[in-house]
């Protein structure tokens, strides 16, 4: 349009554009009478617009993208297409990013972002505590010597066990819960809670030292057990052990074979193939479903009740209250396992699962071992149909020693059962 030399691309834009102001003055007629017969042809290609708007973002576009690159019908397109892959590029990338963020995420909420495990929860709880006041320097240091030697032993230090719960249960049931018409008791077992070391993904761990504390006292799995409970991270390499011995790969493989030094959630297939692995005859039952009203579990229940009543399998009534010789049961749901240690039966038939929770504390726990308290803590141990309403429940249920031919049968697959009504076996 003219000689002008301009030092950079934002001024030639402003320049050009005066001279198309210029354009659309003389298309009002201040300088041309004929517009309409007006060609509207780009300074810096051979391209003639319609108009002077046109014309203007034919330019601007120019400008944007280097006014040395000559036009050809196609450039458009061309460029549109690469704008669409940049922005398609961009896309991706961000995806990929949230991805990688998700997965970090399941990760820490799994224990598996290599943060530690059960030791290094513990120091970091007890350094904290130290900073806080609320620990003194020496009362840190004796405490770490405790649980180094408590993890080097490989058993747990019992700081969380509360003994003679079962023994309580049916002291009070002797006496109180006369709406009650019949109550059976898993044999003993002791209740473990979760501690500064394991809390946020230790439930599985403490509900298979619950079900140990069982077996351990039962004349039946004595030829199999040392006789102690072991503590969490030998629960963990008990585990890897079980993996490699053929035991369940395809979870294996979900937990890359480790989990010492983690504080990876577990469930009812890590336990069952630890219980395998230690000559134990196990099963999982599958309730995948609700069924019944509200999204309940009614079968759970149902298959509860079958399970304790194995024990009294006789054509006369059974007495009210049955102490069994039955270890509890491993409840699995989403993100939390609990321990069955018995169930009850209300006189209009409702159906009520006792249950000891790893995320119920010491002192809670306690409570049922005082005939002070027992009858306001029962109440939270009981669980009605009402109370269990997760989509889907899994049952780990013990029943016996292993033959030898058992046991390497057991390598070959988890026993999974669906339907439990039914019976039907599903691998």
């Not at 030829?223 to 991270?233: A, C, K, N």
């Not at 803590?377 to 997760?390: C, D, M, Q, S, T």
């Amino acid at each position: 349009m003219c000689a002008l030399i301009c030092s950079d691309c934002f001024t030639l834009q402003e320049h050009v554009e005066l001279h198309l102001e210029e354009q659309r003055a003389a298309e009002e007629g201040t300088y041309y009478s004929n517009h309409k017969s007006r060609r509207y042809e780009c300074p810096l290609c051979s391209v003639v617009c319609s108009n002077s708007f046109s014309l203007q973002e034919h330019v601007e576009l120019h400008l944007d993208h280097g006014a040395s690159v000559k036009w050809s019908p196609d450039s458009d397109l061309k460029l549109a297409r690469r704008l669409h892959e940049e922005e398609e590029q961009r896309r991706k990338e961000e995806e990929a990013q949230q991805e990688r963020e998700e997965f970090k995420k399941l990760q820490r909420q799994f224990g598996l972002d290599g943060s530690g495990g059960y030791r290094r929860q513990m120091e970091r709880t007890m350094e904290r505590a130290v900073a806080r006041g609320l620990m003194n320097p020496a009362e840190f240091h004796s405490q770490r010597a405790e649980m180094m030697e408590s993890l080097a032993s490989g058993v747990d230090d019992g700081r969380t066990r509360a003994q003679g719960v079962l023994r309580a249960l049916y002291e009070y049931y002797q006496t109180e819960a006369r709406d009650c018409v019949h109550v059976w008791l898993s044999s003993e077992t002791d209740h473990y809670c979760s501690s500064a070391g394991d809390k946020g993904w230790g439930c599985g761990y403490r509900n298979f030292q619950m079900l140990l504390s069982s077996l351990l006292k039962a004349e039946a799995y004595a030829p199999v057990f040392s006789g102690t409970v072991p503590s969490i991270p030998r629960v963990q390499s008990m585990i890897e052990e079980a993996w490699n011995e053929g035991l369940d790969p395809r979870g294996a493989s979900h937990f890359n074979q480790r989990l010492q030094g983690t504080r990876a959630w577990i469930g009812a297939t890590e336990i069952y193939s630890l219980l395998t692995s230690l000559g134990i005859s196990a099963r999982i039952i599958d309730f995948h479903q609700p069924t019944g009203p509200g999204d309940t579990h009614p079968r759970l229940f149902e298959w509860v009740k079958q399970y304790y009543c194995q024990s009294t399998r006789s054509n006369r009534i059974p007495p009210r209250l049955i102490q069994t010789s039955l270890p509890p049961l491993y409840l699995q749901h989403q993100g939390h396992s609990r321990s069955v240690v018995g169930l009850e039966q209300r006189k209009n038939g409702t159906l009520c699962l006792l249950i000891l929770d790893p995320g119920s504390s010491l002192s809670d726990t306690r409570k049922l071992l005082s005939r002070d308290t027992v009858s306001t803590a029962v109440r939270h141990i009981r669980k009605f149909p009402g109370n269990l309403k997760h989509k889907q429940y899994q049952v780990v249920a013990v029943q016996g020693v292993l033959s030898a031919e058992d046991k390497r049968v057991s390598r070959s697959c988890v026993r999974v059962q669906k339907c439990p009504l039914s019976w039907t076996p599903c691998v």
